[in-house]
């Protein structure tokens, strides 16, 4: 990612309904964290699907493994909900 958030502390915490979702990779969507389809330069976004209604934690530093979820990397300790 390219605008990474590393001074946030936290990913973002949203819960999500089943579907595909298009997580913004440049920085450049109105409707962030997702993407809107305005890219900026050669990045493009991140695609996943929710089979369940979930909360998820999305990765706001870009130091994640496994994106576009928090695998908690940069430190954080998410909540065990």
Do not use: W
């Amino acid at each position: 990612m390219s605008r990474n958030n590393t001074d946030a502390g936290m990913p973002i915490a949203i819960t999500l309904e089943p579907g595909t979702y298009y997580r913004c990779t440049c920085g450049g969507s109105n409707t962030l964290p997702f993407c809107d389809g305005h890219h900026s330069g050669q990045e493009r976004p991140i695609r996943f699907e929710i089979e369940e209604r979930r909360k998820v934690y999305l990765c706001s530093c870009g130091k994640t493994q496994e994106p576009p979820f928090c695998d908690q990397t940069c430190g954080v300790a998410l909540p065990q909900d």
